[in-house]
């Protein structure tokens, strides 16, 4: 199991950026797809956007397709999330997990994105 640390989280108003990251201390984030997830009080979880390890193919959820950009930087074994023109509902704890299969089998503890009015 992969151990992921996100960072990058805070507040900022509507219509701001932020940019998390996504690291990993003991393993080559090149060797995994990595997705950004998040879930917002009282809400189902949410797949935003992952890439894929071996093509780099990045896919969005219809939520932030157009506002946020997926990105790998492997020198730095880190991916990262950078949102822009952020909405209020785009409130949420993030979570990045890797998978190397189907399924997501390792995740981070989480960083809050809180968008003010």
């Known amino acids: 199991e992969v151990q992921l640390v996100e960072s990058g989280g805070g507040l900022v108003q509507a219509g701001g950026s932020l940019r998390l990251s996504c690291t990993a201390s003991e393993f080559s984030l090149d060797d995994y797809a990595i997705g950004w997830f998040r879930q917002a009080p009282g809400k189902e979880r949410e797949e935003v956007s992952c890439?894929?390890?071996?093509?780099?193919?990045?896919l969005y959820s219809d939520s932030v397709r157009g506002r946020f950009t997926i990105s790998r930087d492997d020198a730095r074994n880190t991916v990262y999330l950078q949102m822009n023109v952020l909405k209020l509902e785009d409130t949420a704890v993030y979570y990045c997990?890797?998978?190397?299969?189907?399924?997501?089998?390792?995740w981070g503890q989480g960083t809050q994105v809180t968008v003010s009015s």
């Open positions: 890439i894929n390890r071996n093509d780099g193919e990045t």
């Open positions: 997990a890797a998978r190397r299969g189907s399924d997501y089998d390792s």
